[in-house]
Structures are given as structure tokens and as C-alpha cells.
């Protein structure tokens, strides 16, 4: 998965995007069938994946199921439209995510919101993406909604219509 995943096109926080996919987006559009419809959503958009997610999503793939798991493959293996964003932090490293959240969101409270969930937060201000996500203990409360409006951003749980 890993080489899979190096071989997307690479892009930084200068570059534009239209939305950013996160984790757990990834791995709900593999159990539900969904390559179809974001291969349309790849077609007509620059979407990208953090080089975090990335991370997160190659060390999850190790405890999902064998058939998500080549679906997830295959899907990579064939994707031309898919960028990598490369950033500046790994997983697992909190305070490392922190600080990179605070140099773009100085007002986000790491302490109120997970540092890591935090990351493509920052990363979609940059790039001024919308979010494709399906974590719900976060990224959907009221709290960050304010703090995102002023950026112009949506974190959506579907695909866009």
C-alpha cells in the first residue's frame, strides 16, 4: 500500500485543492462499494490526501478485512486523479501535530479538538479544500463550524451532490 501511495502525484500546502479525503472517508467508501462514485468525484475535482492520512489509513489497513483490503489496493493501483499532499507531521507525534495546527489555526484549541483530526483541519485552510470525512466526534460540532466559517469551508460526511 505504501508504494501505492508514493506514487500519487505530489503537491504542498501552496497548491489549490477542491477537497481533502480523510481516513476514515477512505475506508467507508471500500466497505460500502462506493469507488464509482469517487471516481466521478476524482474526475471532476482535485482531491487530495494529506501525507498524515495516508500514514493512518496504510497502518489501518493492516487490521481490515482482506477483500477492503483489495478493493483499497486495486482502487490505489488504477487512480490517476488522486493527489498526495505531503505536510509536515506523522501520526502519532501530538506534539508535533499541535504545533503544525497552531502556525495555520492559531485560534483552534488542540486541547478542545484532537490534535490529529486537527491536522487536515490546517491542511484544508491551506489548500482551501472542502473536507470528505466520517468522524463524527470531532470535526461535526458546533464549535469548529464557527471557527471554520470565516475560512470558507465545508467538512461534509457524503459525497457532494
Known amino acids: 500500500m505504501k508504494e501505492l501511495m508514493e506514487k500519487l502525484q505530489k503537491l504542498t500546502l501552496e497548491d489549490k485543492l477542491d477537497y481533502l479525503i480523510d481516513t476514515c ?32 489509513l496504510i497502518h489501518v489497513t493492516h487490521h481490515i478485512h482482506d477483500k477492503l483490503k483489495e478493493s483499497e489496493r486495486k482502487f490505489f493501483h488504477n487512480s490517476a486523479n488522486l493527489f ?25 484549541n ?13 491542511a484544508a485552510i491551506k489548500t482551501h479544500a472542502n473536507i470528505l470525512t466520517r468522524d463524527k466526534h470531532d470535526l461535526f460540532n458546533a464549535h469548529l463550524e464557527n471557527c471554520l466559517k470565516k475560512y470558507d469551508l465545508i467538512v461534509s460526511n457524503s459525497f457532494p451532490k
Open 25 to 56: 472517508f477512505f475506508i467507508w467508501i471500500f466497505e460500502h462499494h462506493k469507488e464509482k462514485q469517487f471516481e466521478k468525484l476524482l474526475k471532476n475535482n482535485r482531491c487530495g490526501i494529506t501525507s498524515f492520512n495516508a500514514e493512518e
Open 110 to 122: 488542540c486541547i478542545e479538538h484532537d490534535s490529529s483530526d486537527a491536522v487536515i483541519l490546517a
Open 84 to 108: 498526495l499532499l505531503k505536510i509536515p507531521v506523522h501520526p502519532g507525534n501530538s506534539e508535533k501535530e499541535k504545533n503544525f495546527v497552531a502556525s495555520i489555526i492559531p485560534d483552534l
